[in-house]
């Protein structure tokens, strides 16, 4: 379609597409599908979902171009399961669909062109002048351009005087319903069945099951309470719902269920807005968490000479024997507490000396700054004593 659009946090997100479907007797839109996606069996088979949503039936033959989506193998399996019988036109006779055509050029003609930031104009750019660039007067969204088409086509289109009957197509088919019936025995049911019959394989047709997490698809993890029955590496048949992505059809061990969204149906790659004031929270939140466990270091002197910086102005002695003179006993950290940060500092006997920064209540300061110190000391001792070892002393001359 030529126009742009735009999203709720995204400037510019291109152009959709639509399909489109059109009864051949009646010369009345009977169903559409846009996305952004290009054309594809996804596109042909939501078209089908739609079409019976809005009427309750589906077509007994569809005339199709030969298209590389309209000859995909699931298009061929929805059509053989309803008995639709496929006829494909002629190569390069467009005008064998000229009911489409007219259709689509009625659209582009009385919708796209009235609307702002269409691209109609740019089949010849040097007219164009950088003022009035499609690409500066992007207005519309998505959900905006359903609801144009939609009234278009089901409220104002059909209703119109058709030349070809001299009347609208909404009288004719009121006065083709007694003489045919209304032909209930074929009515097809807009059910669970349906939908996942016209839902698209996201990707791979298959996904291997993690029996703790569930399946992983389009950046969400969805669960089912019969997934945790799983053996390792096992997999299954995925079918995403592209009206609601919330839930996605699992066939586990030949049953198909419905398996929810872990994450409340949030993706993992969220908007820019989402995404600018999560950054906005972690950030302050790491702000107050530092203002908190930001303490002076101050450098004490012992009563033995050496040096050791601790916070909160304390002081310990550091000596020159490899064994700490800490207790290596001592209380296990309260869960509530995270590990602290540690900084080093050079004693005047030239031995490094750890300063505690503590990040927890004062309470638990003493038990994890003992407990931190002996791994610190069993650590060094590992590195010195094997250097103390093989080191020959001096001899006097």
Not at 9 to 16: F, I, M, N, R, T
Request: proline residues 5%; hydrophobic residues 30%.
């Amino acid at each position: 379609m030529n126009i742009f659009l735009k999203g709720s946090a995204v400037e510019d997100l291109g152009k959709p597409t639509i399909t489109l479907m059109v009864d051949g007797s009646l010369s009345k839109a009977r169903a559409f599908y846009l996305s952004y996606s290009p054309a594809s069996s996804t596109s042909v088979l939501m078209c089908l979902r739609d079409y019976v949503r809005r009427n309750n039936r589906l077509p007994k033959i569809l005339v199709l171009d030969n298209g590389k989506e309209f000859h995909s193998h699931a298009l061929l399996l929805f059509c053989s399961l309803f008995g639709i019988t496929i006829r494909w036109r002629r190569a390069s006779h467009p005008r064998d669909s000229t009911i489409v055509e007219r259709m689509l050029g009625v659209t582009e003609k009385e919708i796209i062109q009235q609307l702002d930031g269409n691209s109609i104009a740019m089949k010849d750019p040097r007219m164009v002048s950088s003022t009035h660039h499609p690409d500066k007067h992007i207005r519309w969204t998505l959900p905006a351009l359903h609801g144009v088409f939609e009234y278009f086509l089901f409220d104002v289109h059909c209703k119109r005087i058709h030349p070809r009957f001299g009347m609208s197509p909404d009288d004719r088919e009121k006065r083709q319903l007694p003489e045919y019936g209304s032909r209930s025995h074929v009515v097809v049911r807009y059910d669970q069945t349906l939908k996942l019959l016209t839902a698209p394989h996201c990707g791979p047709a298959t996904r291997v099951i993690d029996r703790k997490r569930g399946v992983y698809a389009d950046g969400m993890w969805y669960w089912h309470d019969r997934l945790a029955l799983a053996e390792k590496g096992e997999e299954c048949e995925v079918r995403t719902e592209l009206w609601r992505m919330r839930i996605l059809y699992v066939c586990f061990r030949g049953n198909w269920y419905v398996a929810q969204a872990r994450d409340g149906g949030r993706r993992k790659a969220g908007t820019a807005g989402s995404l600018s004031c999560s950054c906005a929270r972690r950030t302050a939140r790491g702000r107050r968490m530092r203002r908190r466990t930001r303490t002076p270091l101050r450098t004490h002197k012992s009563a033995n000479g050496c040096g050791e910086t601790r916070p909160n102005g304390t002081s310990a002695c550091a000596t020159n024997s490899p064994r700490p003179t800490t207790s290596t006993k001592s209380s296990a950290w309260p869960k509530s507490c995270q590990r602290p940060r540690t900084r080093w500092a050079a004693s005047s006997t030239s031995a490094l000396v750890r300063a505690v920064s503590s990040t927890c209540s004062t309470q638990c300061r003493a038990s994890r700054a003992s407990m931190w110190h002996a791994r610190l000391s069993r650590r060094r001792l590992k590195q010195t004593l094997p250097q103390t070892a093989t080191r020959s002393p001096r001899r006097s001359s």
